[in-house]
C-alpha cells in the first residue's frame, strides 16, 4: 500500500511595491467609551481620519457606550448592533416567583417544613 501524500501549497510572502523606507504607518486613534448600564470603560482603536461615533457596543453586555470626548457630528457606528447579548441575571426568589403566586409558594414551604420536621424529608448526604 503507497504512503500517504501530503499535497499543498506554501503560502508565498506578499511583497509590495512600496519603498518600505518611505512608507509611513498610521498609529490607531485610541477612543474611550464609558458602559452606563455596567459602567466598563472599552476603548475602541479607529483609524486616524475615522469619525468618532457617539455610541459603542459595550465590551461586556454589547449595549450602548456613550463617548467619553467630543463625537463627530453625525458619525454612526457600522456593521455591528447594539442589541444586549447577555440578559440581566435574575435570583432565585424571581424565577420562582414568575412560576408560582406567592400563596402557592407559602403552601409549598409549609409542606417541605412538616417533612422536614417529622423526618420524612431527605436532609443532605448521609455519613456512614
Same mark, same amino acid.
Given at each position: 500500500m503507497?504512503?500517504?501524500?501530503?499535497? =499543498?501549497?506554501?503560502? &508565498?510572502?506578499?511583497?509590495?511595491?512600496?519603498?518600505?523606507?518611505?512608507?509611513? $504607518?498610521l498609529? $490607531?486613534?485610541?477612543?474611550e467609551? +464609558?458602559?452606563?448600564? /455596567?459602567?466598563?470603560?472599552?476603548?475602541?482603536? +479607529?483609524?486616524?481620519?475615522?469619525?468618532?461615533?457617539?455610541?459603542?457596543? /459595550?465590551?461586556?453586555? !454589547?449595549?450602548?457606550?456613550? /463617548?467619553?470626548?467630543? $463625537?463627530d457630528? =453625525?458619525?454612526? +457606528?457600522? =456593521?455591528?448592533?447594539?442589541?444586549?447579548?447577555?440578559?440581566?441575571?435574575?435570583?432565585h426568589?424571581?424565577?420562582?416567583?414568575?412560576?408560582?403566586?406567592?400563596?402557592?409558594?407559602?403552601?409549598?414551604?409549609?409542606? &417541605?417544613?412538616?417533612?422536614?420536621?417529622?423526618?420524612? +424529608?431527605?436532609? =443532605?448526604?448521609?455519613? !456512614?
Amino acid at each position: 500500500m503507497p504512503a500517504a501524500m501530503l499535497v =499543498g501549497t506554501i503560502p &508565498r510572502r506578499s511583497t509590495s511595491s512600496e519603498n518600505p523606507d518611505r512608507v509611513v $504607518p498610521l498609529a $490607531p486613534r485610541t477612543v474611550e467609551y +464609558l458602559c452606563g448600564q /455596567c459602567e466598563i470603560t472599552t476603548t475602541a482603536a +479607529l483609524h486616524p481620519q475615522a469619525a468618532v461615533p457617539e455610541v459603542w457596543p /459595550c465590551r461586556r453586555c !454589547r449595549s450602548a457606550a456613550e /463617548c467619553t470626548e467630543e $463625537p463627530d457630528e =453625525g458619525a454612526e +457606528l457600522i =456593521g455591528l448592533p447594539i442589541i444586549p447579548k447577555l440578559r440581566p441575571s435574575k435570583d432565585h426568589w424571581t424565577h420562582l416567583s414568575e412560576r408560582r403566586t406567592e400563596e402557592e409558594l407559602e403552601r409549598l414551604l409549609q409542606h &417541605r417544613l412538616e417533612l422536614l420536621r417529622a423526618g420524612k +424529608l431527605h436532609a =443532605g448526604p448521609s455519613h !456512614r
